[in-house]
């Protein structure tokens, strides 16, 4: 209630300083200061987009900054004066000069960045742990300060610097989002209070597979918090994970990391990059790993190959190819059960079931094609992905302990998925001035389909019974197991075709005000055919997603802005796997987005960003009171929080990233899983994480963090709860030589006893004890 209050106090107060922004402009803007404007190109005078061009005036210590956009070009308002420019762009060399401004009208430059000749060096610690701009929440290339949404980006450095490889432990870092158990098989996130195991997506195509993606492969993780519907489609109540891949460039690389540590983790991962000609260049990153766990008879093998290649047959087009072939194959553990309302006290490390029967594999094959064309004005691209995946896993699955502590129940089951992804998207982006005002607009569409076949099997002990009683304190079993389908398991095929148009005109009123409007229609066809009895089932949605936005701009480095945004889930849930004669008739689940927020770039590498929110979620189903056999959707659940995210370098040998959360999502009317009032499974109140990376020495550095969890409940019936706690992590860096970087990782440094997370009230995950893992990165 305090935070309900709190945050309508604090609707009103940013709604009334942006509508105040409004009127300063408009009295501001009558006597407009001088302009810096430019074009960043490379030598072959092609635009680089996303150059961050810093202006400094003599004397001081910082200035103002913006990014170049898909034309190249740049513009800063600044006061007459000497000033320092700075431009630096991924990939090329840093550039400055000095620029004289005076008040006889816009100094007009063109900056040309050179390709150094080699990748050969290894920093001891991260070059950066911030992006100053990104196109997928916008489809053009925008700063995150004038992005009016809430969103958090893991570098490829922080990945490194961390020995991240998997999504669950980049999230820890991200605040307002925790990692879902997923039934130990997949990834899964909830964010704002929304579960989800298909709101992933690649370089912006939908990546829904329930499956562990890897992150050898990545330049960065982009977290979208709230509904993302008017770009990304279907889904995405509470937000998006969107990986973005790494692409061949035209500057050579060569990079082996090596990487081993405690329970048998061994890992391997390549990044070759070589250029053939200024027009064609070809990039091949691979990763092995096999390793084991803390947990008894667990372990994992896994590789992947990405090979890209880059052609510009013209200064003003880039054609982009990429395939991946990926395999997980791991242990399929489901943790320990729990016992009256906490996790049971048995050792973190024991298996509940037969561990040589409980298998998960993923086979993932993903092609990739993208061309972009650029004019003066106008971009184009197109991106069509295809994507095969095979997903099959056979678990056993611990339940209730009995009241005496003597027994636990197990049953077991398994399930495979095969799908085919075929996306294409078409994006044209199109820059004009009406007067003063100037508009980034956007037109596109997305056509897709999806063909999905789910089969599943039930476990019979003894090919009878479907549970049984085992030994609490050994509950690792042999008993004989027959797996055949019950009368309720899937055996279906679903076909799903995807139609989407949709239009977002980023307008700048002026340098003190911005808006971004948009707004996308999608047809949702889903047609499912159940092999088993010969039914077919047919539902068509026909959804509508706005988005609306307003950025007010006291000063070139802050930013308050507005956002509203709509997004829907349709009845078939975000796996579409089932369809009945029940569900057809449902409405999509809607969600709905109030949220305002703060963006301060308190120097030209150090960002603060804050939002508080409110996320609706209506049309959830609950029951009639007078008729069992029907649905209702008068469910509803809210979630209201606030976030708040440091990122960047405080100073130069100081680098930091992390946040901090308050959420509290609840369900607000009666739904068919839980009573009104109930805390939403899995949102801790409370969530807090800090990484800091500092460089000591020249050739020396060292990192330290801590993340903490409050208390939370494992399901929505509010009976079990995972206790909160606190993790500390260490690292030690040391350059060995110019090209060759020497690391050691200690992850939960004090050795704490904790629990991440669960999937119900009796399938929860230990946290691992201490553990170390060193790695060895060498370019050459």
């Known amino acids: 209630m305090f935070l309900a209050r709190a945050s309508g106090r604090m609707f009103r107060l940013l709604s009334a300083v942006l509508a105040a922004g409004v009127l300063l402009c408009q009295v501001q803007a009558q006597s407009p200061r001088p302009s810096l404007r430019g074009k960043v190109v490379d030598p072959a005078r092609a635009p680089i987009a996303g150059a961050r061009v810093t202006a400094v005036p003599d004397g001081r210590a910082f200035g103002l900054s913006t990014v170049s956009d898909q034309s190249g070009e740049f513009s800063l308002a600044l006061d007459p004066g000497n000033y320092s420019l700075t431009i630096v762009a991924e990939g090329f060399q840093e550039a400055s000069q000095t620029v004289v401004l005076t008040d006889n009208g816009p100094a007009l430059l063109t900056v040309m960045l050179q390709i150094p000749a080699q990748h050969n060096t290894v920093t001891v610690s991260a070059a950066y742990y911030q992006v100053v701009a990104i196109n997928s929440a916008t489809k053009t290339l925008t700063p995150l300060r004038d992005i ?14 961390q020995l991240l490889t998997n999504l669950g432990d980049v999230l820890r870092y991200v605040p307002g989002i925790t990692a879902h158990q997923g039934e130990n098989n997949r990834d899964q996130i909830v964010i704002r209070g929304v579960s989800s195991s298909a709101d992933f997506f ?47 460039g035209f500057a050579p690389l060569r990079e082996v990391t090596l990487q081993g540590g405690s329970y048998s983790n061994k890992r391997i991962a390549l990044d070759f990059d070589q250029p053939f000609s200024d027009k064609v260049a070809l990039r091949l990153n691979a990763v092995y790993e096999d390793s084991g766990s803390f947990r008894e008879f667990v372990g994992l093998e896994r590789y992947g190959v990405n090979p890209t290649l880059t052609i510009t047959p013209g200064k003003q087009t880039k054609i982009t190819l990429a395939y991946e072939h990926f395999r997980d194959q791991r242990t399929a553990d489901r943790g320990i059960p729990s016992f ?46 295809f994507g095969g995946y095979d997903k099959a896993y056979q678990n056993f699955v611990p339940g209730v302990v009995t009241a005496a502590k003597v027994q636990v129940a197990i049953s077991a089951y398994n399930n495979a998925t095969e799908r085919l992804n075929i996306f294409n998207q078409t994006d044209l982006t199109y820059s004009l001035s009406t007067g003063r005002i100037r508009h980034a607009m956007l037109l596109g569409a997305e056509v897709g389909c999806q063909l999905t076949d789910n089969f599943r ?17 050994n509950p690792t079993i042999r008993t004989p197991v027959t797996f055949r389908q019950s009368t309720t398991d899937a055996d279906n095929h679903i076909r799903t075709s995807i139609g989407a148009i949709y239009a977002q005109d980023q307008i700048e009123l002026s340098r003190y005000v911005q808006a971004i409007a948009g707004l996308r229609f ?72 109030y949220e305002l927020g703060v963006k301060w770039d308190i120097h030209r590498s150090l960002a603060l960003t804050s939002a508080i929110y409110r996320l609706d979620r209506k049309n959830t189903r609950a029951m009639d009171p007078n008729d069992s056999g029907r649905i209702l959707q008068t469910g ?56 800091n990376n500092y460089q000591i020495l020249s050739r020396l550095a060292a990192g330290l963090g801590v993340s903490h969890r409050s208390d939370m409940f494992a399901a929505v019936d509010n009976t079990v709860t995972l206790p909160g706690y606190i993790r500390a992590d260490a690292a030690v860096y040391f350059s060995l030589t110019e090209r060759m970087r020497l690391q050691a990782n200690l992850e939960n440094l004090f050795d704490k006893r904790y629990y991440i997370n669960a999937d119900g009230n009796n399938n929860i995950s230990p946290g691992s004890p201490r553990a170390v893992r060193i790695g060895l990165t060498a370019r050459f």
């Open 148 to 161: 009016p949404q809430s969103i958090t980006i893991v570098t490829q450095e922080q990945i490194r610097d």
């Open 522 to 593: 999608d047809r949702f066809d889903l047609q499912y055919h159940n092999n088993r009895n010969g039914d077919n089932l047919r539902r068509v949605d026909n959804l509508v997603s706005p988005r609306l936005g307003l950025v007010f701009k006291p000063g070139a480095a802050l930013s308050i802005y507005g956002n509203y945004a709509v997004s829907y889930l349709p009845s078939s849930g975000d796996q579409f796997s089932s369809l009945t004669t029940i569900t057809q008739q449902v409405k999509p689940e809607k969600f709905n987005n």
């Open 636 to 691: 509803s659940q809210r979630s209201v929080g606030y976030e708040v995210g440091l990122n960047g370098s405080i100073t130069r040998a100081w680098r930091i990233t992390g946040g901090y959360a308050y959420q509290d999502a609840f369900i607000s009317s009666a739904t068919i899983a839980a009573r009104a009032g109930a805390q939403v499974a899995q949102v801790p109140h409370h969530n807090f994480s800090l990484w």
């Open 340 to 385: 009256e309302g906490m996790p049971a006290d048995t050792d973190i490390s024991t298996f509940f079931g037969n561990p040589n029967l409980s298998h998960v594999k993923a086979l993932v094959n993903l092609g990739v094609a993208t061309i972009e064309h650029q004019t003066t004005a106008l971009n184009i691209r197109n991106r069509t992905m």
């Open 457 to 473: 099997n039930t476990g019979f002990f003894n090919d009878t019974a479907t549970s049984i009683l085992a030994p609490y304190t």
């Open 202 to 248: 690649l370089n912006g195509v939908r990546d829904d597979v329930q499956y562990y993606r890897d992150l050898y492969n990545l330049d960065r993780v982009e977290a979208l918090r709230g509904p993302n519907a008017m770009l990304f489609g279907r889904g995405g109540g509470g937000g998006v994970i969107n990986r973005v891949t790494k692409e061949a």
